[in-house]
């Protein structure tokens, strides 16, 4: 019977816990110093494989959990049914297994399965199968870095395209804005030129002003006539010039 790998079995019976020492793989159960001592003189158990506890504990919990007893008849298990897949007592061949036709002898079975061919083939496979993880690793860490090269080049050419179209609109920009400076200069120039012929006619007009009462007084009827057909034709032409 399985228990607990920390008390010795024998004595859990008789309700006392002592720590196991050894653990006998026959009797699927921890010996304290007592009773292993018991064990290895008594009749049945004297060849019964026993390890140290601690050679035992180092074993996978899945493996420590695989006992050589059946749990629902609490018998040991002796044969085994090729069909189920499955290690029985002769309670569960009763049972459940009377209908199956491959059944073989447990120790049959199991005999020299360290050293089988069926074992070498498995660890032979796990090799492969770690050295393929291994490889398909490699072959994703490869993956890795090509993506982030591939990352790079794109963001380095979604750069250089900003600055591309920083530098057309700069550009296009500047040639505006001469345009624009060029309209100014060209028209400032034009209001000058018209502001200048404006005070030239401004004085002229104002000479007119200045003379017109002496002319009146002192010039005859047609140097008058002819002077007011003089300046209406000015001040026509000024018209013209300002409109
Ligand atoms: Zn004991
Ligand atoms: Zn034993
Ligand atoms: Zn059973
Ligand atoms: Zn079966």
Redesign the pocket.
Known sequence: MATSSQSCGVCDLRHITKPSIVWCTECDEGLCTGCQEHHSLSKSSKRHNVISIIEYQKLPTDVQKITQY????D?K?QIYCKKHECP??????V?SHTECWDIVNLDDVIHNVKTSNALFEIEETLVEVAENLQKICQLKQDNRSTLKKKKMEIEKEIKKTRTKINNHLDKLQENLMKQVYEVEEKENLKIYQLVSSLEIKEKEIAEYQRNISNIKQHATDLQMFLLMKQIEKDVCSEDKFLH
């Open positions: 059946c749990s629902k008849h018998e298990f029985c007592c002769s309670k569960c061949l049972e």
